[in-house]
């Protein structure tokens, strides 16, 4: 498999980590150097290790994890987009900010967007694909994908003010069901 290929892989899984990105950022009172680059690192490195994961699980458990990884992505988007929702609309005064850059939100996330790429290694032996240079390219590609993504959610953030929270949330639910419903139908 070419490089070229490898690229559009890449950019088909860092799809995830854009959005997520996108929709969190909404969310967030701050948006500082610090949090966006903790955040790419965190989102390129899960996205550069599944596929290795994968190619060195190889066929063994292809069955046992394409069975549900669509239900685990989904069922981890749906939690912190759902939590994330339910806080937007209580009281002001009551209201906690979900930050996705920090804790278990950002493992959880982490993990929910690079399911795929888990699957995506899985196959990589099979297709004589090198996954040395498969796994960093795709890591760089979600790191840079998930920058641009807060970049963008910030703007977004300004225009739409006190929704944000509840926009950010129903953004990750409805990444949480395309997942689902992809590998469904």
Known sequence: MGFFSI??????????????????????KSHS??????????????????????????????????????????????IVGGHMLWESFRHH??????DITRGWPLLVLSL?????????GLTFPF?????AVASPTIGVVAFVATIVGFLLGRKVGELVG???????????IAIGLRILLTHLF
């Open 127 to 131: 297709l004589e694909v090198n996954v």
């Open 112 to 120: 929910a967007t690079s399911i795929d790429a888990l699957a995506v």
């Open 162 to 172: 006190k929704w944000a929270a509840a926009i950010g949330g129903l953004i990750l």
């Open 33 to 78: 150097r610090l949090r966006v680059l903790r955040t790419a690192v965190a989102f390129g490195l899960f996205q550069a290790l599944m596929p290795v994961l994968g190619w060195l699980v190889g066929q063994t458990v292809v069955e046992l994890i394409a069975d549900y990884d669509h239900w685990v992505a989904f069922g981890l988007l749906a």
């Open 7 to 28: 690229l559009l892989i890449a950019l088909g899984l860092s799809a995830d980590c854009f959005a997520v990105a996108l929709g969190g950022s909404i969310a967030l």
């Open 93 to 98: 005064e009551d209201r906690r900010a979900i």
